[in-house]
């Protein structure tokens, strides 16, 4: 592919103090140094989504859904909470539709032993019903805390490099592949 790939890296926690600052950062960085792709950042935490769909919600929302109709592919950075994902994660995917649909999406987890793995099982569920393509391989980090400093370098890489190469090649080869579907025939024309 001649072109860039525009690619929305979206935060998934909200919270005061979050980890998910430094683990962005870390996959921004890898992105940017790729150079097959163009990054827009989304942050529920900049949002100002109510949860309670108020009118306050509209700019917000329209904001959201610009930005997600643009991206042709998604990288998901998500933390587990309680075996699962963020509800700050869970109000922006609800918040748009068709604007998923037939792209591809790319999970970066982090947590406690699992790495954020749960979280990324329960999420898989959730784009096949937006009609959404998941990648199969993510890259996950377990026991985050220790691993990534304040800027967001990792202390011990490890196979986070070639896990995120991997991941990459794949989302570069979907976005592709859909964008040329949806070329052909936007899926919204087919979808129920």
Known sequence: MSEQIRIA?????A???RLCDRVVSWVSSQLWDDGRFAVHLIDPAELGLSGRHEESDGD????LRQHMAEAEAFIIVTPEYNHSYPA???LLIDSVGREWQSKPVGFVSYGGISGGLR???HL???FAELHAVTMRDTVSFANAWERFDEEGRLHEPGNAPQAVKRLLSHLEWWAGALRNAR???PYHKIAI
């Open 9 to 13: 890296v979206i935060y998934g926690s």
């Open 15 to 17: 919270r005061e103090g």
């Open 60 to 63: 917000a929302v329209a904001a």
């Open 88 to 90: 700050a994660l869970k």
């Open 119 to 121: 979280a990324v099982e």
């Open 124 to 126: 898989r569920a959730v």
């Open 183 to 185: 070329n052909a025939l």
